[in-house]
């Protein structure tokens, strides 16, 4: 049975930081996308 080497921890790490990095600023794109397309909605109806 093959264990897992532990001397990448480091890299792990790293990829782990940069994953919720991204996540982070696709959240950020994303409630700023929704704030412009709230402020931009026309209302044809009223």
């Known amino acids: 049975m093959d264990m897992i080497p532990r001397n990448n921890y480091g890299e792990r790490c790293q990829f782990d930081a940069y994953c919720k990095l ?19 909605v026309s209302y044809p109806y009223l």
Do not use: G
């Open 22 to 40: 991204v996540l982070y600023h696709e959240a950020i794109d994303y409630l700023r996308e929704m704030q412009r397309r709230r402020d931009t």
